[in-house]
C-alpha cells in the first residue's frame, strides 16, 4: 500500500484515481498519503504541471489556497501544515544532490486507538516533542524518497475528527530529515496547499495559478 505510485506527466488521468483512493481516505485502511515517481525525466514546469493536472483528475473537486516554491535544507518536527481542516498537500520535488528523508506519522490512528479525539490527542501528546513523537512510534512510516529525479508526494493534511458517519477527510503528519545540508546546493520543493471546492470556497484566483506554473524565481 506505501508502495510508489508511477505517474505519467502526459497521462496524469492513468494514476490519479489509485492516489486519490490512497490520499483522501475517511476509514484507516488506506495510508493517507502517495509517493508518485515519474514515468520520463521533466523540468521544474513539467513537474508543476504534473502536480496540478493530477489533482484535477481527482473524483473530489479541489481549490488551491496556497502555493509556495522554496529550497528547503532545514529538517522539521512532526507537523500539519497550516491550513483549512479538509486540506490536501502536494509537493513536487526537483532533482538534488541534497539527501533527505521523510515520514509519515498516522496520528488519526494514534488518537482512535486511545480512544480520544484527535486534537486531544495532540493536545496530550505533542509530536513536536521527543515523546509526543515516541507515542506515534508504532503509527511511523518512513517513505523511501527517490534521489537525482523528480518526484511527488502527496499528504491528506485534513485535521477533522474520525467520524465513520460522515466521511471526514483523515489526515496524517509529516516530517523531513536533511542530515547534510549543502550550502552550495538547493533542494527546490514545488508545494500547493488544496481544499475541496465548496460554496463560498473558490480558492485563489487563476492568475496565482498561472504565475505559479509559470515561475522560475523561489520564496
Do not use: C
Not at 513539467?46 to 493536472?53: C, I, S, T, W
Not at 499528504?155 to 465513520?164: I, M, T
Request: net charge negative; aromatic share 8%; no cysteine.
Amino acid at each position: 500500500m506505501t508502495e510508489s505510485l508511477l505517474l505519467d506527466p502526459d497521462d496524469v488521468l492513468a494514476t490519479a484515481p489509485e492516489a486519490f483512493r490512497r490520499v483522501w481516505r475517511s476509514g484507516l485502511d488506506q495510508p493517507g498519503f502517495a509517493l508518485l515517481r515519474l514515468a520520463r525525466k521533466v523540468n521544474s514546469r513539467e513537474l508543476r504541471h504534473a502536480m496540478v493536472e493530477m489533482v484535477t483528475a481527482f473524483p473530489v473537486a479541489f481549490v488551491p489556497e496556497r502555493f509556495g516554491r522554496f529550497d528547503q535544507q532545514v529538517s522539521s518536527k512532526f507537523h500539519r501544515d497550516g491550513a483549512p481542516p479538509a486540506s490536501l498537500l502536494v509537493l513536487g520535488y526537483e532533482p538534488t544532490r541534497v539527501r533527505s528523508r521523510f515520514w509519515i506519522a498516522d496520528a488519526t490512528a494514534a488518537a482512535v486507538r486511545a480512544g480520544v479525539a484527535l486534537i486531544e490527542y495532540l493536545a496530550a501528546h505533542n509530536p513536536m516533542f521527543p515523546a509526543g513523537e515516541a507515542e506515534l512510534a508504532p503509527f511511523i512510516t518512513e517513505v523511501r524518497l527517490p534521489h537525482g529525479e523528480s518526484f511527488i508526494v502527496v499528504v491528506n493534511n485534513s485535521q477533522l475528527p474520525f467520524d465513520p458517519g460522515t466521511g471526514n477527510p483523515l489526515g496524517v503528519l509529516h516530517k523531513a530529515v536533511i542530515e547534510s545540508p549543502d550550502p552550495t546546493g538547493r533542494r527546490v520543493i514545488n508545494s500547493v496547499g488544496f481544499t475541496p471546492h465548496k460554496e463560498g470556497v473558490s480558492g485563489l484566483p487563476p492568475a496565482e495559478l498561472e504565475r505559479f506554473l509559470a515561475r522560475d524565481d523561489l520564496d
